[in-house]
């Protein structure tokens, strides 16, 4: 059984001499970029739906991550800002920093989705250098298994005049799990010799979540927590506990900055993700207290999002705060609070937060409503 470690057990955890001798080596990634997979679709949420045997080894190994967020919900500026680690907002284009690492010694591979056998070939083709690995693995296409819309379990936010197309498309992603969970198999097999496994970092991430009738929405973009909180399990047996359960704050774009740390290497200033590595591994560091994230840009529904703790905050294009949750006890965002005279204490404290938030990542959309281009 999975267990659950609190923040301080965590933070002091006996893993500095692990850590240290981690910090010796030179450690191999395979990170495996799953497209549109939602944090709640996945063993290690306890989703009774899902099929992925292989993925939740995986889970019972590593450090399971269940707030941890995209910083835009759409696959495109999902994966770009995964593998850049900045925000789509920010300007101008930032080399691949994970690739990077070939001037480190290592060698880089990088494998689009259905290249499994590519991704294996690799990891045999290896010498004594280490090596990254980067995986797409998307589950919106390709052979999808038989599976009984009637079986499923919907989320409490399924309006019902959204059950019938949301049983239909959550059993459609169902169904292929066990193609993707076996491809995910392999690569772990191939991996399970003792030379690479025990100084393999292994990531399974996706780049954003999907409503599947969720607030009576399809698709992705939005900010609820369907669409923008991500899967996320990292491990690393020489230096992280395994199967350990993390309530952190996590962006997707702490990600490679994390791992090139963990490696060694210097985190390009360019990046504005965090470095989370010294928690991850138990060592003293700060916790994050929030994760900000944003959408539909540059549409008339663009939005910014801002968690704090469990608290929540969502702002339109003119500033108007137009959703606020508590997800401790509402964690299905059934009862938004944007409104609520009550809350206007939070409501302006955390508005305030979101614009310090802005003008620390450069994000150029005034909190007046004027756009800055």
Known sequence: MERVMDRRTFLLAPLGLAAARAADRKPNIVLTIAGNWRAQAVPWAGDPDVAAPNL??????????????????RSDRGRA????????????????????LSTAGYRVGVFGDRQVDDVVSFLHAGGQEPFVVEWTLYNGSGFAERFDPGNL????????????????????????????????????????RPELVEDTIVVFASDHGEQFGSHGLQGDDVPYEESARIALAIRYPRAIPQGAANDMLVSQADIVPTLLSM??????????????????????????????????????????????????????????????????????????????????LKRDSLLAEQQVW???????MDPSGLRQR
Request: hydrophobic letters at 35%.
């Open 263 to 344: 490696c060694g290497a210097p985190v390009p200033s360019e990046l504005q993700g965090r470095d989370l590595s010294a928690q991850i591994f138990g060592q003293k560091g700060e916790r994050p207290d929030a994760v900000y994230a944003e959408g539909k840009l540059g549409g008339k529904d663009e939005w910014r999002m801002l968690v704090h703790g469990y608290d929540k905050i969502v702002t339109d294009l003119e500033g108007h705060v137009t959703h606020l949750y508590n997800l401790a006890d509402d964690p299905q965002e059934l009862n938004n609070l944007a409104l609520v005279s009550a809350e206007q």
């Open 358 to 364: 802005m003008r620390k990542l450069g994000d150029r």
């Open 81 to 100: 800002a995964l593998l850049g680690g900045r925000y789509p907002h920010t300007s101008g284009t930032v080399a691949n920093p994970l690739a990077g």
């Open 153 to 192: 379990h919907l989320r409490e936010n399924v309006p019902s005049i959204s059950e019938t197309d949301s049983r239909r498309r959550l059993a459609d992603f169902y169904g292929r799990c066990p193609a993707r969970d076996r491809e995910i198999g392999v690569v772990l097999a191939a991996l399970d």
């Open 56 to 73: 939740a080894q995986l889970g019972s190994a590593s450090v399971t991550f269940s707030r941890a967020y995209s910083c835009s919900p």
